[in-house]
């Protein structure tokens, strides 16, 4: 039986997310996948669609209730991939108790502002020039690792190198556990 993978969209939700295909591409034989549109969890409804607007939205309170529907539709343990503000999404989830087996966090936007971790395995990947990422000193004080990635900014998750490299590793998880 496969290993259960979620995937949290970024904060365009199906919208913008041609890219997404390419991790379905690689992951699909070896995970059975479930897909969130981080907009439909999150209730985002804005009249334009403009990125200021889409922000504002999930700050004020599109967050939360992300987290809210998510810890409703996911009760089993699975793995999750998640970017942007997906991944603050599934970050701030696991730590409300939501069973995660791991947690791969692209570009997760506003993880800086918490002050725990949750106990899971976690991965944490940023662009080097992503002006959203965490600082060291959060990371030492909180525990976790930052893996950078030199010359990237924070869409890195929608470049091919960077999806081969995200997909290897978790294809490599769960083929570990086959052998």
């Known amino acids: ?16 997310g041609l890219w997404i295909a390419s991790y379905f591409g690689y992951l ?4 059975d996948i479930i897909f969130h549109d981080c907009q439909q969890l999150g209730d985002i409804d804005v009249p334009i669609s403009s990125e200021e ?13 992300a987290v809210s529907n998510l810890l409703k539709k996911e009760s089993a343990p699975a793995h999750y991939l ?6 603050t999404i599934a970050y701030k989830a696991a730590l409300k108790g939501l069973p995660m087996k791991s947690l791969t ?7 800086r502002l918490e002050e725990q971790r949750p106990e899971i395995p976690l991965k944490l ?18 525990g976790v690792d ?24 978790l294809l490599q998880q769960v083929t570990k556990k086959m052998v």
């Open 146 to 169: 930052l893996n950078v990635v030199t010359n990237f900014g924070h869409t890195l998750y929608s470049d091919e190198k960077i999806i081969s490299d995200v997909c290897l590793d």
């Open 1 to 16: 039986m496969a290993e259960k993978l979620v995937v949290l969209s970024d904060m365009w939700g199906a919208k913008k």
């Open 82 to 87: 998640a970017f942007s503000t997906g991944g």
């Open 53 to 65: 607007n889409i922000h504002k939205a999930f700050v004020d309170g599109g967050i939360d209730a």
């Open 125 to 142: 990947i940023y662009g080097e020039c992503d002006e959203f990422k965490p600082s060291l000193k959060w990371a030492k004080q909180v």
């Open 105 to 111: 966090a692209i570009s997760a936007t506003r993880i």
């Open 28 to 31: 699909q034989q070896y995970y």
